[in-house]
């Protein structure tokens, strides 16, 4: 199932998840004038180790990585796009308890 999320508004894909590698957030179907998307991660207490992808797709079925992230103290990145979907995956982690990842889609 996708989901549609607005532009300029944060929202939490993943909201105090325990760590798991491989966990997947939704598929979000971004608005049609994102040209920017800010992402953040963070953790109740911080991992050893960690990978998150960042994943997006024109057509909600081909997807590829387009951004990561292994800061283990969280970290706020924003990258140019021109997609129409995402989602975010903790590709591996070694320690910490919980996480969130943030996103917003903006028009720049």
């Given at each position: 199932?996708?989901?549609g999320i607005?532009?300029?508004?944060?929202?939490?894909?993943?909201?105090?998840?325990?760590?798991?590698?491989?966990?997947?957030?939704?598929?979000?179907?971004?608005?049609?004038r994102?040209?920017?998307?800010?992402?953040?991660?963070f953790?109740?207490?911080?991992?050893a180790?960690?990978?998150?992808?960042?994943?997006?797709?024109?057509?909600?079925?081909?997807f590829?990585?387009?951004d990561?992230?292994?800061a283990v103290a969280?970290e706020?990145?924003?990258?140019?796009?021109?997609l129409?979907f995402?989602?975010?995956?903790?590709?591996?982690?070694s320690g910490?308890?919980t996480f969130?990842?943030?996103?917003?889609?903006?028009?720049?």
């Open positions: 199932m996708t989901i607005n532009l300029e508004l944060p929202l939490l894909v993943i909201d105090g998840v325990a760590n798991s590698a491989g966990y997947e957030s939704a598929h979000y179907a971004l608005p049609s994102t040209t920017t998307l800010t992402w953040q991660t953790f109740g207490s911080a991992p180790s960690c990978t998150f992808k960042l994943w997006g797709s024109l057509d909600v079925v081909n590829a990585v387009i990561t992230s292994t969280g706020l990145k924003t990258v140019n796009i021109n129409g995402i989602y975010v995956e903790l590709d591996a982690v910490g308890t969130s990842v943030l996103i917003v889609p903006k028009d720049i």
